[in-house]
């Protein structure tokens, strides 16, 4: 709404309000601004949560060390997704369906968490919603928006060259054109559909420490801001052969047009994440609940969709795949042996994997930290591939 007023209402008249046409200006500024939203506002937020009670309820076999921090006020993730959403509506060009459907598939996985959580609370029934209900909708929800990108032509069907984009799935490091799978549309819908929902369900795994989940989260917002706004910026530069190409041509990624816009909305989420952690921090003064990570995780998912970055979600989200698996290993593992031996047995300690660490005697705050950082490697590995191919 802002960029509307500033640049094509006001900028008419006012020369230097036409700085807000440019991606990167309103980048920082969506930044900006949903990290004021929520210094300004989570104070007040958090008390309000309180004097509500809306505490976390602790799992019984949990980590000993984790059943002080009952009581603690959740369902903060909502202040994630109030600050995200006013941030992207006042930056982004509302003319872009990529920045639409992106912030309809983050608030749809939000409206699950939030009805997930409120079972939780409402009902102190740590269970929530049943999982089959929750899987159900969020694979309505992901197969819906496969759906419309698909069959209302937003995203290209090839680069106007023959080589294929819509249903193209890019191998990492190597070149989008000449090594990509083209997927049969039914498969490609199924496939987008379980990324979607499988990073939404892998942030929740994540979900389990102060802090745990949202600086990854930070790190890939701010990775897919780069690789949105290299999938769709117009600039140009001369290639090697002297041919003047855009810059996804020239790191041989797919050219989307209108992506670049989503670059504002990594921005915004990246901001929300920041002014989040600020609160979330060890010793958190509150919790993302599920309303925060299967909205975070949507997110993510579907920037990874749009973007053409599917099976690089694997390396930048990695730290999300590794506390996934560690859940279905655990699970096999314990459901297999049992009905090999009628003794159930258990690879890990406790899973997620990070419970594990805390069970072997890690303090909290060195599981966070080492968990950042890894995060932060495999961020660094995902921005590789842009030039190793």
Known sequence: MLFHLLYRVLGEDIGFLRVFRY??????????TALLLSFVIGPW?????????IGETIRTDGPEGHKKKAGTPTMGGSLILFCLAVSTLLWCDLSNQFVWLALSVTA?????????????????????????????????????????????????????????IRLAVQLPFTDFYERGLTLPPWLYAIFGAFVVVGT?????FTDGLDGLAIGPSIMNAGTFLIFAYIAGVETTIINAAGKSVSIAEYLHVAHIEGTAE????????????????????????????????LALGGSIGMLAVLTKNELVLLIVGG???????????????????????????????????????ELKGWEEPKIIVRFWLVSLVL??????????R
Not at 45 to 53: D, M, N, V, Y
Not at 328 to 349: D, E, M
């Open 262 to 293: 989503l670059a504002v909305f990594c921005a915004a989420l990246f901001g929300s994440g920041v002014g989040f952690l600020w609160y979330n921090t060890y010793p958190a003064q509150v919790f993302m609940g599920d309303v925060g990570s």
């Open 200 to 204: 939404a369900n892998a942030v929740n």
């Open 45 to 53: 937020f958090i008390e309000r949560l309180k004097a509500r009670q």
């Open 23 to 32: 991606t990167s200006t309103r980048i920082l500024a969506a930044a900006i």
């Open 108 to 164: 749809a996985f939000g409206a699950i968490g939030f009805a997930d959580d409120y079972m939780k609370v409402a009902k102190r029934n740590k269970a929530g919603l049943s999982g089959w209900l929750r899987l159900g909708l969020e694979f309505g929800i992901a197969g819906a928006a496969m759906l419309y990108l698909f069959y209302s032509d937003l995203m290209p069907l090839d680069d106007g060259q023959g080589h294929p």
């Open 379 to 388: 961020a660094l590995v995902a921005l590789g591939t842009l030039k190793l």
């Open 319 to 357: 730290l999300f795949v590794v506390e996934a698996m560690s859940v279905i290993i655990q699970t096999g593992s314990f459901k297999l042996t049992r009905k090999l031996t009628g003794t159930g047995k258990r690879v890990f300690r406790m899973a997620p994997i990070h419970h594990h660490y």
